[in-house]
């Protein structure tokens, strides 16, 4: 099946287009007149540019005007062969589109809403024919099984003409259409560019990611940028003003070469504040820490797989992360939380 952008608006068919598989470009002058389009011919040649086969209106009160459009057109510069000239369905309309057909002319029958008028336009030898599918149904009138009769037609006689599936309002209509078998589709950028979209596909898509992240990617990829730390000498008012600078709610504790002495915590602040009141703050943090475990650590270049376990296991919050046996910085699990590693 093919498909077809329904559009005039140059942004959008720039980015329809990327899709590198479009079949071309319907148009019609009421998008022109809602795009503010003054020059006309200019937008068509421009368009036809853009895609590979572009379809634009040749309007006139007669066979013989649609003919005479259709020509200026060309004069302007359009490849016959990458041009479909759309006309509305009528007795001059048929009569047209035989006429250009004569001269191999693509032609496309278009504001069909009945099986007679798809009819007369496929005995006119037209290259499309284009039911109306939600302005039909905007009207309470079963769109689709006139789709599905006009496809029928063209399998029970024969007929070298596609039918092209319009006026398309949703995604339900894409599907519809596909059920349907009909030859083409044009839809708005709109539509189009939410057919892929699935909330599963997008769950499933950002499993596939995170997995990958944990089983590929290494804790010092992840590091804050952040590393608050203070020498064992500092006081827990020291350790409180490296934290709030940083907004993580820990703080590395190091001795005077360099080496990781321990990790003050929120959770030690308060402890701390609740046995000794205000005058804690004064304290050197080798006070606080006396007695306290040794953190719990990570390597540098550990999978965050590894890291992700230990926040699970010990219930922590943050992890000194350590390379060439010095501390190097702090993992946060909010940060984890946020890139969706851990639920």
């Not at 020509?71 to 000239?85: I, P, S, W, Y």
């Not at 250009?100 to 496929?122: C, E, I, S």
């Not at 599907?175 to 839809?187: C, F, K, N, Y």
Request: net charge negative; proline share 2%; aromatic share 6%.
């Amino acid at each position: 099946m093919e498909l077809y952008l329904d559009s005039v608006d140059f942004k959008e068919i720039e980015e329809a287009s990327r899709l590198g598989f479009l079949a071309g470009l319907t148009t019609t002058p009421t998008f022109m007149h809602r795009q503010g389009i003054t020059d006309i011919d200019g937008a068509i040649l421009k368009l036809s540019k853009m895609v590979d086969v572009l379809q634009v209106e040749a309007l006139g009160d007669t066979a013989e005007e649609v003919l005479k459009e259709a020509e200026r057109l060309l004069a302007l510069g359009l490849d016959k062969n990458k041009t479909v000239f759309k006309i509305p369905v009528s007795n001059e309309g048929v009569r047209a589109c035989k006429m250009l057909r004569d001269k191999g002319l693509l032609v496309n029958v278009h504001l069909v809403y009945t099986l007679a008028q798809a009819y007369m336009a496929m005995a006119a030898g037209a290259t499309y024919v284009c039911p109306l599918v939600g302005r039909w149904q905007d009207q309470g009138h079963d769109a689709l099984a006139l789709v599905k009769q006009c496809v029928d037609a063209v399998k029970q006689y024969g007929y070298n003409t596609k039918i092209m599936f319009s006026s398309v309002r949703h995604a339900e209509h894409v599907r519809t259409a596909i059920i349907s078998g009909v030859h083409t589709i044009t839809a708005p950028w709109s539509v189009m560019k939410k057919l892929t979209e699935n909330h599963f596909t997008t769950v499933g898509t950002d499993q596939f990611i995170e997995h990958t992240k944990l089983l590929t990617m290494k804790v010092k990829q992840v590091i804050r940028a952040e590393n608050p730390r203070i020498a064992n000498t500092q006081t827990v008012f020291d350790a409180l003003s490296e934290m709030t600078a940083s907004g993580l709610g820990a703080v590395t504790v190091v001795n005077a070469g360099g080496d990781l002495e321990g990790i003050f915590t929120d959770g030690d602040l308060r402890r701390s504040l609740k046995e000794g009141g205000k005058n804690i703050m004064d304290a050197p943090i080798s006070q606080v820490l006396a007695g306290k475990s040794a953190p719990i650590t990570v390597n540098a270049d550990a999978l965050l797989i590894e890291a992700v376990k230990i926040f699970k296991e010990k219930g922590l919050d943050n992890i000194i992360v350590m390379e060439n046996n010095k501390p190097s910085g702090m993992i946060d699990i909010q940060d984890f939380v946020k890139m969706n590693l851990i639920g």
